[in-house]
Nanobody, 115 residues
Framework: QVQLVESGGGLVQPGGSLRLSCAAS????????MGWYRQAPGKQRELVAT???????NYADSVKGRFTISRDNAKNTVYLQMDSLKPDDTAVYYC?????????WGKGTLVTVSS
């Protein structure tokens, strides 16, 4: 079992930045992958970014060049640095932890991009 707690969401103006954090309840060193997904109102949940145990990363085309995923194994935490935010980035952002037995999800943190 892994408990995940996201933080860092909020209201930001277009062009602004936010950093999301996802703290895991145990070591993430051997977890297969961690990631961020988002779900906008009326839309399906979609991939934002993932980072594997090898530290290789994967991004949705819509966020490439603007978002950066990273991990701090010592703090059992994964981050999502979001720059040049757009209104279309407005969504609830969920942290994912992928392990051999299955996937674990956080409860989500709301990001609103609006002037």
């Amino acid at each position: 079992q892994v408990q995940l707690v996201e933080s860092g969401g909020g209201l930001v103006q277009p062009g602004g930045s936010l950093r999301l954090s996802c703290a895991a309840s145990r070591s993430i060193f051997t977890i297969i992958a961690m990631g961020w997904y988002r779900q906008a109102p009326g839309k399906q949940r979609e991939l934002v970014a993932t980072i594997a145990v090898s530290s290789s990363t994967n991004y949705a085309d819509s966020v490439k060049g603007r978002f950066t995923i990273s991990r701090d194994n010592a703090k059992n935490t994964v981050y999502l640095q979001m720059d040049s935010l757009k209104p279309d980035d407005t969504a609830v952002y969920y942290c994912l932890c992928r392990t051999a037995p299955g996937d674990y999800w956080g409860k989500g943190t709301l990001v609103t991009v609006s002037s």
